[in-house]
């Protein structure tokens, strides 16, 4: 048991990790034209920096994704006794939302090889294969059918967490906001509540990282 915890809280950790790098490196190359209102010059860019950002989606991707499902198992463990019914439902949005990750990531791998070599041979194609990549991904991932997956999670495992008293109290209030935001992210397509969204999920996992390597039961306020 102690050691699944353990796990556990460094795939908590890593998913801190993986999300903040995420925001980061986002934030950094923004300028460069990731994530641009323009098709061709993301295009471009894709082509220009093929290789960092193929290591960068493994990173925030298939790391993460795997550390999801480690979290989901020590979560589980860690409720289960408490509130199985909860436990139970929430260990399957857990581990659904680890396999979105994970797909998410070999699509976004494969699609950012296929329009950097496009680019190469025909600009103009290479632009409208990408927008089209980019409609799928965009369903899938973030601002789509990830979001609400694992907002659905933060909400279910945080009532889970309630019942059993299991994690710290704030901390379950703050997996509560953390999954209306992206709800409502979703919903209302507001960059605010994304950012709530986002840093309320980097915030948690970290917290609840510390929590399970330290093995605190989670009664405290």
Do not use: C
């Not at 659905?152 to 509560?176: D, E, H, T």
Request: charged share 10%; net charge neutral.
């Amino acid at each position: 048991m102690k050691t699944l915890q353990k796990f556990g809280g460094v795939a908590a950790l890593t998913g801190a990790a993986t999300n903040l790098l995420a925001i980061v490196m986002f934030i950094t190359l923004s300028p460069k034209g990731l994530g641009s209102d323009d098709p061709g010059q993301t295009a471009a860019f894709f082509a220009d920096n093929l290789a960092v950002l193929r290591i960068w989606y493994v990173i925030i991707y298939l790391v993460f994704g795997v550390s999801l499902i480690f979290l989901s198992m020590a979560l589980h463990e860690r409720l289960n006794a408490g509130s199985p019914a909860l436990v139970q439902a929430a260990a399957i949005f857990g581990l659904v939302w680890a396999a979105l990750v994970i797909v998410m990531g070999t699509l976004s791998i494969n699609d950012l090889g296929t329009v950097a070599r496009l680019y190469n041979e025909n600009p103009a194609q290479a632009v409208t294969i990408w927008s089209t990549l980019d409609s799928v991904e965009t369903g899938l991932g973030n601002n789509g059918g990830e979001t609400m997956i694992n907002a659905l999670w933060f909400l279910l495992l945080s009532w889970a967490a309630f019942q059993a008293r299991g994690l710290p109290r704030i901390l379950n209030y703050l997996g509560v906001v953390t999954g209306l935001a992206g709800i409502l992210s979703v919903i209302l397509a507001l960059p605010a509540l994304t950012a709530v969204y986002g840093l309320g999920l980097i915030i948690w996992l970290a917290w609840l990282g510390i929590v399970l390597l330290r093995g605190n039961p989670g009664k405290t306020a």
